[in-house]
């Protein structure tokens, strides 16, 4: 059984930080991803991460503030989230890839639950 579990949301003041973590079990990806929707919005691309090779890519919006990384022994890939706005406000996503690279959440395979990220000002 293929799962995806996230964890590590929550309320934080602006400029705050936060990290997400997503366990990955089941099946093995080509891409991990991490996507937030926040009420009335579709789901957007957050941050992409390669298993192999590492390659990492941002969106505009969250560059130079937060980090996607990985830890293969735990089958883990967080989201470090740094200077926090609160426009950031959503619930984010984490979803395995099986094939390819993309920013598109219709590309993803799997899916966690979601964690609520709340950011006050």
């Known amino acids: 059984q293929v799962q995806l579990v996230e964890s590590g949301g929550g309320l934080v003041q602006a400029g705050g930080s936060l990290r997400l973590s997503c366990a990955a079990s089941?099946?093995?990806?080509?891409?991990m991803g991490w996507f937030r929707q926040a009420p009335g919005k579709e789901r957007e691309f957050v941050a992409t991460f390669t298993w192999i090779g590492g390659t990492t890519y941002y969106a505009d919006s969250v560059k130079g503030r937060f980090t996607i990384s990985r830890d293969n022994a735990k089958n883990t890939v967080y989201l470090q989230m740094n200077s926090l706005k609160p426009e950031d406000t959503a619930v984010y996503y984490c979803a395995g890839q099986i094939i390819g690279v993309s920013r598109s959440p219709g590309q993803y395979d799997y899916w966690g639950q979601g964690t609520q990220v709340t950011v006050s000002s």
């Open positions: 089941g099946r093995s990806f080509n891409t």
